[in-house]
């Protein structure tokens, strides 16, 4: 079928490809040094002993959150004990600006505990037909409240230090989940040398060592209401269980979405190569037979089955 040019043309290319030019030696190494180097720095990076290690706190182990496994969804129990943790520790200090009342409900609570949950709070609406601001028991639709006005009144109680607004802090911490649970239960005595100044605190895990967040997370310090023992290992969990999902709350539904997405992809993959398969059958099993120019008139030469 291919005329003589045309396999000389080949041959030509497979010549080529054999010869190793300086270009091709270059792309080499270059190649061989870009895998070297993201192997090297892959190992770098999960080495986790630095010199420095003081400055960037103390890399948090890996803890089986199930919500950062790969299908893995959230501990909606969890999200639950958690929220309780959050309201009656955490909100003292620190806000939750990008949530609201509602966001909770399906996810933790149900309507009904939600509205009761808000109404327990009171915030300021108006004006009125007087031109008064009043204060109104609390809906679904409002944010949850606010620990102080202000971030100066936030400093002023804090001993200057502010409390970060925790609504994305899984996302916004190296480490998410691991660092925020290690920090709460990470609170140790400095090692000796190591002096703490008047109104910190010594936690390895947050860079630096000295964090002006006192340890609040006990043994017993909440009383969860479907009896889970309250230990503080088991409230740092749940709060960060909670924190994660106030970060990404739209995890439950991505991860379901993602697993119908492979469901359906995988079968339209399978289903495109069958078909391939199907039309490319007759292709494969035609046999072209040349007929020289010239012989028009003689019977094809079909060649004899080996
Ligand atoms: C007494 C007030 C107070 C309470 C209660 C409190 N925090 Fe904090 N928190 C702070 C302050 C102040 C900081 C800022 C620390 C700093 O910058 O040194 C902080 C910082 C943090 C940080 C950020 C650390 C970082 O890497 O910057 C996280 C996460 C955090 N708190 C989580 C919590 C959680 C979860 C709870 C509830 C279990 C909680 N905090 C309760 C005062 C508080």
Redesign the pocket.
Known sequence: MFSGGATNLFKAAAKNASKSTPSSLLFKASVATAIGSGIGLYYLEKNTAHANMEAE?LHPPHYKFPHTTLFGTFDHASIRRGFQ??KE??????NLDHIHWRNLIDVAFTEDEVKALAAEYEYQDGPDDNGEMFLRPGKPSDRFPK?YPNEEA?RA???G????D?SL??K??HGGAD??YS??TGYCDPPPGVEIREG?NYNPY??GG?????Q??FDGVVEFEDGTPATASQ??KD??TF?SWASEPELDDRKKIGVKALLLFSTLTALSLWIKRNRFSSLKNRKLVFNPAGNWNKPPVVPKKK
Do not use: Q
């Open positions: 706190g943790v959050f520790v955490c909100a003292a200090c620190h620990a936030a109680a804090n001993g230090a502010f409390p970060p925790l802090i899984t916004a911490r660092y925020v920090l709460l910190l947050f860079p000295a964090i002006a967040m006192p609040n997370i409230i740092a709060v960060v924190l």
